[in-house]
């Protein structure tokens, strides 16, 4: 059988690609047990510096949840089990290195709420973002309804995701949920090319970052500051810290350990 998530190692980089390309990517039981066990094993693992999704095929990154498969799972059963662990795509958010999403084509409902999940996005100019729920006679429940407003502000979020239109690449960039547009044929290459140079950082001081950010943003102002100052200060003992010190007085390439 194919696999619906396919796996790869750079050096420290860790690619995922959703694989269901005749089907858009659209997110099936499968391909969400592997996605969310190989997440989990990665943020795990130290040498694991950056993560990078893309989708497989010419036409999607991902269309969103399987609809063929709608009406199959017993919703109760479904919220008993996400009450007190949250959505599955929630544990994109769980894992420490950065997640860099670079998006081509469909991006719709559930594969929108994973890349929303992400710490980066790239798109290409043919991408189409949209969360098309209500059409379906739901709403994004993957926390999609929670991170656009997060993302874009209160009112965007609010006519993307009533009026369920697809909007293209340079609108995404124009209101920031996108970072990045460039065209299809160097998607790949830049969205690679961004994650090896964040790959090439301090990794603590990249976790932390994503975690000062990420975690301070649920906080009231005077947490957040506390989290940060304890981050930082927890970086100041690094031993990367002083290598990079000692690289620039040296002019020499640093080599960090992640310690
Ligand atoms: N689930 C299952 N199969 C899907 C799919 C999806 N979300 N999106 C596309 N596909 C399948 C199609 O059924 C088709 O398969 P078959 O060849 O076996 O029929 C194949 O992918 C190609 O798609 P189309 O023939 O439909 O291609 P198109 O160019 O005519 O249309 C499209 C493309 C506009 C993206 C259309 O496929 C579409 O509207 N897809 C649904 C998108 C959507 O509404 N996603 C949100 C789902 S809800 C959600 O995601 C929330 C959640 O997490 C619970």
Redo the contacts with the bound molecule.
Sequence with gaps: MTETVLFERKDNLAILTLNRP???N???EDMRNRLQSLLRELSNDADVRVILLKGAGE??FC????????GKVDSTAGYRNQRLDGHW?HTFETVRQPIVAAIHG?C??????IAMACDIRIASEDAQL????V??G?I???G?TQRLARLIGMGPALYMTLSAE?IPAAEAHRIGLVSKVVPRAELETAAEQLATKIAGFPPLATRYAKEAVKRGFEMPYGDGMALEIGLSTLLTTTEDRLEAAAAFREKRKPVFKGR
């Excluded at 269309?63 to 709608?70: H, L, T, V, Y």
């Excluded at 719709?108 to 709420?113: I, K, Q, T, V, Y």
């Excluded at 949209?130 to 729920?133: I, M, N, T």
């Design positions: 005749d089907q858009l659209s997110i099936d036409r999607a269309a969103g949840a399987d609809i063929k498969g709608f795509i469909y719709l409902g559930g594969g929108l709420e949209a969360l098309p729920e059409t379906h739901i994004p429940g993957a999609g697809r």
